[in-house]
């Protein structure tokens, strides 16, 4: 190695190892003081929860006291379409949760079929509030689940498909309620999320139909076994509304098992049977996401 | 060499020792010869105190392996708090025998293993202390480990934090 690299190297080492004890001793804004898995995983919103479903947790591993960081990137692998998300997501003071997630759906030669040319990709962008109003996951009234609102701001990028295929809109607004409790008597964690939406297929198809152009009220529900301090096995199921004329919608779900590698990163590989989307039914397949959090 | 010598020479006399304690009117405290523990303010002893209802039956005490591993656990819970830089502060001015003691009878208590707890409630007992979520999260995560190593299933591990976390009202003070 050349020399001035490696002196910078050593320079720099030297640096980090004398920073980090002081920044132990005067409690950094960012230090990651919450329990293991207790912040949930990305869901493919954005969000923290468990994958598919929203839950009431705040991303990031912070405490009440600091700000928490959160970052993900997530694959689905569909027998005729590829789904790739990621985004990023900062909790506040185990309060706020602010996220940005990005998908994009790769029609494959479902895109051909469709006109739109193949490997014709639709994108959107989520942008995400979730305030925890009350409640604890872990800690308080054990019957006492932890709640929270949320509100996610949908934009496709691919508006004029959107419509081409019968939706109204090409942006739409989710409201969410969530109440989420570990129950340590059991090593049992349960969700239950309210959702009020007009998005086809999550928004990816639009938002509502001629016709259909109320929000809908839909339900994710999740339930999981904690295995082990660093490992969770759960179910998931989510209903969708089904607005769009041309193609059948259909609830999903997914089994998942999740487990966190370190502190800081945490794996989740899943089953997941999304129904039909856009006229191709029996969308089965396996999801893969990785978690970075802070 | 010299300035040395003339530094050395131009310090002032030591003076005597005042002794703050005295001119605050402050008692030292005596470790019980017995027991080893500092004294503490009377009050009236109460199972209750140990802010959780026992398990019924014999089954966690079991799994806990009885009044040994559950002494060797609440002994080591507090062994890794006080080496964890995260919490060590809050335990430089607590007296930690007394702690083991009240800690092993309160574990013992709430896990039908045959003993009385003696110590005080959890609100006064943490109340001085100063403990926030992160710090109960610590104190959580030592536990934990402490268990791991008596081999205490995951199942029972978090069974008995169920009875621990509704405490989190009465601990966490800021």
Same mark, same amino acid.
């Given at each position: 190695?050349?020399?001035?690299? %490696?002196?910078?190297?050593?320079?720099?080492? $030297?640096?980090?190892?004398?920073?980090?004890?002081?920044?132990?001793?005067?409690?950094?804004?960012?230090?990651?003081?919450?329990?293991?898995?207790?912040?949930?995983? @990305?869901?493919?919103?954005?969000?923290?929860?468990?994958?598919? @479903?929203?839950?009431?947790?705040?991303?990031?591993?912070?405490?009440?006291?600091?700000?928490? $960081?959160?970052?993900?990137?997530?694959?689905?692998?569909?027998?005729? !379409?590829?789904?790739?998300?990621?985004?990023?997501?900062?909790?506040?003071?185990? +309060?706020?949760?602010?996220?940005?997630?990005?998908?994009?759906?790769?029609? +494959?030669?479902?895109?051909? #079929?469709?006109? %739109?040319?193949?490997?014709?990709?639709?994108?959107?962008?989520?942008?995400? #509030?979730?305030?925890?109003?009350?409640?604890?996951?872990?800690?308080?009234?054990? %019957?006492?689940?932890?709640?929270?609102?949320?509100?996610?701001?949908?934009?496709?990028?691919?508006?004029?498909?959107?419509?081409?295929?019968?939706?109204?809109?090409?942006?739409?607004?989710?409201?969410?309620?969530?109440?989420?409790?570990?129950? %340590?008597?059991?090593?049992?964690?349960?969700?239950?999320?309210?959702?009020?939406?007009?998005?086809?297929?999550?928004?990816?198809?639009?938002?509502?139909? #001629?016709?259909?152009?109320?929000?809908?009220?839909?339900?994710?529900?999740?339930?999981?076994?904690?295995?082990?301090?660093?490992?969770?096995?759960?179910?998931?199921? +989510?209903?969708?509304?089904?607005?769009?004329?041309?193609? +059948?919608?259909?609830?999903?779900?997914?089994?998942?098992?999740?487990?966190?590698?370190?502190?800081?990163?945490?794996?989740? #590989?899943? !089953?997941?049977?999304?129904?039909?989307?856009?006229?191709?039914?029996?969308?089965?397949?396996?999801?893969?996401?990785?978690?970075?959090?802070? | 060499?010299?300035?040395? &010598?003339?530094?050395?020479?131009?310090?002032?006399?030591?003076?005597?020792?005042?002794?703050?304690?005295?001119?605050?009117?402050?008692? =030292?405290?005596?470790?019980?010869?017995?027991?080893?523990?500092?004294?503490?303010?009377?009050?009236?002893?109460?199972?209750?105190? &140990?802010?959780?209802?026992?398990?019924?039956?014999?089954?966690?005490? =079991?799994?806990?392996?009885?009044?040994?591993?559950?002494?060797?656990?609440?002994?080591?819970?507090?062994?890794?708090?006080?080496?964890?830089?995260?919490?060590?502060?809050?335990?430089?001015?607590?007296?930690?025998?007394?702690?083991?003691?009240?800690?092993? =009878?309160?574990?013992?208590?709430?896990?039908?293993?045959?003993?009385?707890?003696?110590?005080?409630?959890? &609100?006064?007992?943490?109340?001085?202390?100063?403990?926030?979520?992160?710090?109960?999260?610590?104190?959580?995560?030592?536990?934990?480990?402490?268990?791991?190593? =008596?081999?205490?299933?995951? &199942?029972?591990?978090?069974?008995?934090?169920?009875?621990?976390?509704?405490?989190?009202?009465?601990?966490?003070?800021?």
């Amino acid at each position: 190695m050349d020399q001035p690299l %490696l002196r910078f190297s050593a320079a720099l080492l $030297l640096v980090l190892a004398t920073a980090a004890p002081a920044q132990a001793e005067d409690t950094p804004l960012i230090d990651g003081g919450k329990l293991l898995l207790t912040n949930g995983v @990305a869901t493919i919103e954005g969000t923290s929860g468990g994958g598919v @479903a929203s839950w009431s947790t705040i991303a990031g591993r912070e405490t009440d006291r600091g700000i928490g $960081l959160s970052g993900h990137v997530t694959l689905i692998e569909l027998p005729d !379409y590829g789904w790739q998300s990621h985004g990023f997501a900062v909790g506040i003071a185990n +309060r706020i949760e602010l996220s940005y997630a990005r998908q994009n759906f790769d029609t +494959r030669d479902v895109g051909a #079929a469709l006109g %739109l040319g193949e490997g014709y990709t639709l994108n959107q962008d989520i942008f995400a #509030a979730k305030v925890r109003l009350l409640g604890d996951v872990v800690y308080g009234d054990p %019957l006492l689940p932890q709640i929270s609102v949320g509100i996610e701001h949908k934009r496709n990028r691919d508006t004029p498909v959107a419509l081409a295929v019968g939706a109204a809109h090409g942006k739409g607004t989710d409201v969410t309620i969530s109440a989420t409790k570990l129950f %340590l008597s059991h090593s049992v964690l349960v969700n239950a999320t309210a959702r009020l939406t007009k998005a086809n297929q999550t928004g990816l198809l639009g938002f509502g139909a #001629a016709g259909k152009n109320d929000h809908s009220l839909q339900f994710e529900g999740s339930i999981a076994y904690q295995l082990s301090r660093r490992a969770v096995i759960g179910a998931e199921y +989510r209903t969708k509304p089904d607005n769009l004329a041309f193609a +059948r919608e259909d609830d999903w779900l997914d089994l998942f098992a999740a487990y966190a590698l370190t502190k800081n990163l945490t794996v989740t #590989a899943a !089953y997941v049977d999304l129904g039909s989307i856009a006229t191709f039914h029996k969308q089965r397949g396996g999801m893969l996401s990785a978690q970075f959090a802070f | 060499m010299f300035l040395l &010598a003339a530094a050395l020479l131009i310090q002032p006399a030591i003076e005597p020792q005042t002794d703050w304690d005295k001119e605050f009117g402050i008692e =030292e405290k005596v470790r019980d010869p017995v027991t080893g523990e500092f004294p503490v303010d009377p009050y009236v002893r109460d199972n209750r105190h &140990a802010g959780a209802t026992p398990f019924s039956g014999s089954a966690m005490a =079991e799994a806990f392996g009885g009044q040994d591993g559950i002494r060797r656990i609440a002994n080591r819970t507090v062994e890794l708090s006080e080496a964890d830089l995260r919490i060590a502060a809050i335990f430089v001015s607590h007296d930690m025998v007394r702690l083991k003691r009240t800690l092993f =009878e309160q574990f013992c208590y709430i896990l039908n293993a045959g003993c009385y707890y003696s110590g005080r409630d959890m &609100a006064t007992s943490h109340k001085d202390l100063g403990i926030r979520m992160r710090d109960m999260n610590a104190l959580v995560e030592n536990l934990q480990a402490a268990m791991r190593e =008596e081999k205490i299933p995951f &199942a029972a591990q978090s069974r008995f934090l169920s009875k621990l976390a509704p405490m989190s009202g009465d601990v966490i003070t800021r």
